[in-house]
């Protein structure tokens, strides 16, 4: 058996961050390792773009000296028990390491509807993390021409993108009336769609697949409504589910979706193991809610918390739950958003008021690649509080919601937004007159301040 001060299990972005984390927090006060079963670690964001952008796995790899580096033992192997009681952890290949703490960092899995007849014939392909699965996908492209993608939420959007790139013919199929309905308003959804069937994405929302057709392999689906789409691939974008057995065999509490349950400090109720990542529950920031939103970015915060807190706790109250925020670009055109969009605002009883605004990203905006932003912010009327932001334009995109996502975390108010100071250069940002997040606050406020002034008697 392996002693070991702090023990990881699971070695994707959750994993290595939790473990670097607490290297830089202990020192060398500490003994670390890590456990994965895969030889390879894909960067989980970049896999759609391994069928298009990159069309090679080995550039989306995350490379192991991030933990080498690190002085952080690497262990190939799968965990497949564990003994609270002893403090042990058992591996496939017959490994036992002692550990003083444990972090889960187990991941998630894709959901597979095995409620559709055909789900298991050839060349339906779930979307695994594993580099070898991963890559007879690349194989099987080569070959193929009429590709399917059911689901049509960020993996789903993004593989329909990436494949389109190849010049095969590609059909986008969500139950839903839009795409990406859980990150943004009708407005961009509306611009997505568009945007996918202008580049040769053909985009079916509110579809419903009731059969997927084929002897061995797959040859079309069939639609709710009895149409025919053929197919010779198909790519299962439909979601993730926690990947949390391991936790569960050894008493770990779970929700209702199979969620490891933690606190604020990532612990479980084991006070000796954590839990991070897709395997572990997710809480809205603005409703406590239990959510299912497993973004890398969440995953990235409650690494560090973790990785921080494994021995004595450093960060206090530092997870006060996910935000959702995430960027993605569509061919050409970059989505960002962060927090609630004003339709779940709504539903959940908000009192809410919101500023739109459009600019330039460059100034003046005859500047060579000057490209059009769209923003929407969503505020508390009351407090004036942000609740959530929508944006969509150039590559700056991502990183003026990046601003708004601490924005959403500090609590901060439509007049701080107005009187935000930003640095501006005509060749890399927009106006300083004309700053979007400046400006879509100034519209909230001008547009509650009428309002108010409707309802004044004097």
């Known amino acids: 058996m392996k002693n070991t001060d702090l023990l990881v299990i699971g070695g994707s972005a959750g994993g290595i961050l939790a473990a670097t ?16 079963d895969t030889e390879r670690v894909m960067v989980p964001c970049g896999i759609p773009y391994i069928y298009g952008t990159l069309q090679d796995l080995k550039k989306n790899v995350i490379p192991d000296a991030m933990l080498t580096n690190a002085n952080i ?5 799968r965990a497949v028990e564990i003994d609270r009681e002893k403090k042990t952890v058992t591996t496939e290949g017959g490994g036992v390491f002692g550990y003083k703490k444990l972090i889960i960092a187990t991941g998630s899995l894709p959901l597979v509807p095995t409620f559709i007849p055909g789900y298991d014939l050839e060349n339906v392909f779930p979307v695994m993390k594993n ?6 996908i690349l194989k099987k492209l080569e070959t193929t021409e009429d590709v399917v993608v059911i689901g049509g939420g960020f993996i789903g959007v993004e593989f329909a993108e990436q494949i389109r790139m190849l010049k095969k013919n590609v059909t986008l199929i969500e139950m839903a009336d839009s795409c990406l309905w859980q990150a943004f308003d009708k407005t961009y959804t509306d611009d997505i769609e568009s945007i996918m069937g202008q580049n040769g994405v053909q985009v079916l929302t509110g579809t419903r697949v009731s059969k997927i057709l084929g002897e061995k392999a797959v040859e079309a689906v069939e639609l709710g409504d009895g149409r025919t789409v053929p197919a010779d691939m198909i790519i299962l974008g439909l979601g993730v589910r926690p990947n949390s057995a391991l936790a569960q065999e050894c008493g770990l509490e779970v929700n209702a979706k199979g969620a490891i349950i933690v606190d604020q ?7 000796d193991i954590f839990a991070i990542g897709d395997c572990a529950e997710k809480r809205c920031f603005f409703t406590g809610k239990d959510v299912p939103l497993l973004l ?5 915060m409650e690494a560090k918390i973790a990785g921080s807190n494994a021995f004595h706790l450093r960060l206090i109250r530092a997870n006060k739950g996910t935000i959702s925020t995430f960027s993605t670009k569509i061919f ?7 927090g609630l969009t004003e339709s779940r605002a709504r539903q959940e009883g908000f009192c809410i008021m919101t500023g739109e605004f459009k600019t330039m990203d460059r100034h003046p905006a005859t500047l060579p690649d000057a490209q059009e932003i769209f923003i929407k912010l969503i505020f508390s009327r009351c407090s004036g509080i942000i609740l959530g932001a929508q944006i969509s334009g150039g590559d700056t995109v991502g990183e003026i919601n990046n601003i708004l996502s ?8 439509a007049t701080e937004l107005n009187t935000f100071q930003a640095a501006t250069h005509p060749l890399v940002s927009p106006s300083p007159i004309a700053y979007p997040i400046n400006a879509a606050a100034m519209n909230a406020l001008a547009g509650n301040c009428k309002h108010l002034n409707e309802d004044l008697v004097i």
Do not use: C, H, W
């Open 131 to 136: 580099d070898d699965y991963l890559g007879v």
């Open 265 to 271: 400090y990532m612990r479980t109720n084991d006070p």
């Open 296 to 300: 890398a970015s969440t995953a990235a």
């Open 332 to 338: 050409d055109k970059t989505f960002a958003a962060a």
């Open 406 to 413: 601490l924005a959403i975390q500090k609590d901060t108010t």
């Open 73 to 77: 033992d690497l262990v190939i192997d």
């Open 21 to 36: 984390m607490a290297r830089k927090a202990y020192g060398d006060e500490i003994t670390i390792t890590l456990v994965r």
